[in-house]
């Protein structure tokens, strides 16, 4: 089966650094998608890797691996305004996007 | 103007009602989906559609159905609507399904929906 795995729950302090990873197995890989969802709020797009290695924009940077089917996004310099959920996206062979559950960022002072 | 609009955003209503959600996009995209995020937030995608082709879902029940009146539009239908259909649903539109590097998706702001 397809499935996409990410930690449920982070803490971070702000102005640190945090690394959210996402795991993934697919029926094939068309490219894994990161976005953003504030509570109450509709996702927004973060970020896009279909070859391996890092994409950096901004604060944020996505890194991927496709042999060990990993991914992490990394922010740098946390604010207060990047608590929110994250959720990693995978898109299979059929450009379906197979969905995570999302991994919930607490930033606190 | 926002991009993709959908209408309500909270609805309230009794079992058994038969309910719809607007949605409507204003980039030009090909693709509309409707997806459900439950409590546990999960987005789950329900239909996709383009001029040409409408993709289901085959764990989504019967009782809802897409209607497209034009490549713009994409509402969503509710029949007999159940205590297990309480959830947000959102909207979402893309440039291209084909396409993963265009693929990527504007969401609307969601519609809560509260079937008491």
């Known amino acids: 089966g397809q499935n996409i795995d990410q930690p449920t729950e982070m803490t971070a302090t702000e102005g640190a650094i945090v690394q959210i990873n996402c795991t993934y197995q697919?029926?094939?890989?068309?490219?894994l998608f990161w976005y953003q969802q504030h509570a109450g709020e509709a996702p927004t797009f973060l970020s896009y890797?279909?070859l391996d290695g890092l994409e950096e924009k901004g604060r944020f940077s996505s890194f991927l691996s496709r042999s060990k089917g990993y991914s992490y996004l990394l922010l740098k310099e946390l604010q207060m305004k990047d608590s929110a959920s994250y959720l990693c996206?995978?898109?299979?062979?059929?450009?379906?996007?197979?969905w995570g559950a999302g991994t919930k960022l607490i930033i606190k002072p | 103007d926002t991009a993709v609009s959908q209408t309500p955003k909270y609805l309230v209503t009794q079992m058994g009602n038969d309910k719809s959600i607007k949605c409507e996009q204003n980039?030009?995209?090909?693709?509309m989906y409707w997806y459900k995020q439950d409590s546990k937030k999960f987005l789950k995608i329900m239909f996709s559609?383009?001029?040409?082709?409408?993709?289901i879902n085959e764990t989504v029940p019967n009782r809802f159905s897409p209607k497209s009146p034009d490549k713009a539009h994409l509402n969503l239908h509710i029949n007999s609507l159940e205590l297990g259909d309480s959830a947000v649903y959102f909207c979402?539109?893309?440039?291209?399904?084909?396409?993963?590097?265009?693929?990527?998706?504007?969401f609307g702001a969601g519609s809560r929906l509260t079937v008491l």
């Open positions: 697919t029926s094939g890989f068309n490219g």
């Open positions: 559609y383009n001029n040409k082709e409408l993709i």
């Open positions: 996206a995978c898109m299979d062979s059929n450009y379906q996007l197979i």
């Open positions: 980039l030009g995209h090909d693709t």
């Open positions: 890797n279909v």
């Open positions: 979402a539109s893309s440039q291209d399904m084909s396409s993963s590097g265009a693929n990527v998706l504007t």
